[in-house]
């Protein structure tokens, strides 16, 4: 007698989730992209904010530069103020840059990783790495890879990648102009052209900085929209750390491929009929036990009727 297990058609039917692997997937609090794109965006908005302040301690000096009366009427110090003021400027976004570079490279990099849950990748992960260091090929490599991911974080290629293209635009001229300022610097002649200049490259970097945010937001979305989507509601992390020798696919291919004859799992995992569905009640009495059936049923089956009931 076949074991009757769950019916076929009807497992095919029921929603398939893998086995519980702790909490679900939730892309806003447990995602590690998510967490890692505040920090990231976290350090593109200081960034921007010291810039404003560079920008500001850079054109005030100018300003009194292009002013030799009012230079010459301010005290030593008054007009060393300036001078320390845009040293600071300069120290506090150094150290600025240096924490939002990092953040956001690893950001960077963990969003690329992720595209190989959705398709193949036009480079390896680590080039979301080192196409920052590669002299000229970081003014190219790193934008080729971020429009990579806004088209491939997306189901289909619906949003116009006008955010990434603008970050860069803005990024790439603030590093032109900044670079342009120390060679215009002379140590012989008080000008202040370098100054102005450092200013205009920092309000480009604001609007980069802008721009950044933006793209940091929406592809950590789109990818975790994705990858919740894609996944049944679970982390692919956590469901890999967990089922090493198992591949997490969408639930459909998951089911067919690892339960490719429901009858024969059911058999496996209920071979005494025990611990069955309150659907599908035994359908053999346990071992060792003796049936007893009713009165009734037993005449009937002989032939005989009770009294009350006619032949």
Known sequence: MNNP???SNQFQQQNFNPAPI???????????????GVLAQIGVGIVSLVSI??????????RIIDDPGRMLALSFDEVDSYDNMVIFSFVAFLLCFIFAMIVFIVWFYSAYKNLASFGARNMGAGWAIGSWFIPFASYVMPILIGKELWDKSQPQAQQNPTVPFMW????????????????????NDLSSTPDYMICVSALLLVVSGVFGILFVQ?????????LSSQFGGHNPQQFNQQYPNQQMQQQPQFVQQQYPDQQQIGQQQYP??????????QSQPPQNQTVVQPQNQTNNQQGFYPPDQPN
């Open 272 to 281: 005494q009929n025990q611990q069955m569905h309150p659907q599908y009640p």
């Open 22 to 36: 702790g909490q679900n997937y939730n892309p806003t609090q447990q995602s590690r992209l998510a967490i890692k």
């Open 218 to 226: 929406k592809i950590t979305k789109m990818q975790d929209a994705r």
């Open 5 to 7: 297990g769950v019916p």
């Open 168 to 187: 860069w635009f803005f990024w790439v001229a603030s590093s032109f102009v900044n670079i342009l300022a120390f060679f215009v610097v002379d140590v």
């Open 53 to 62: 302040f560079r920008a500001i301690a850079s054109f005030r000096r100018a």
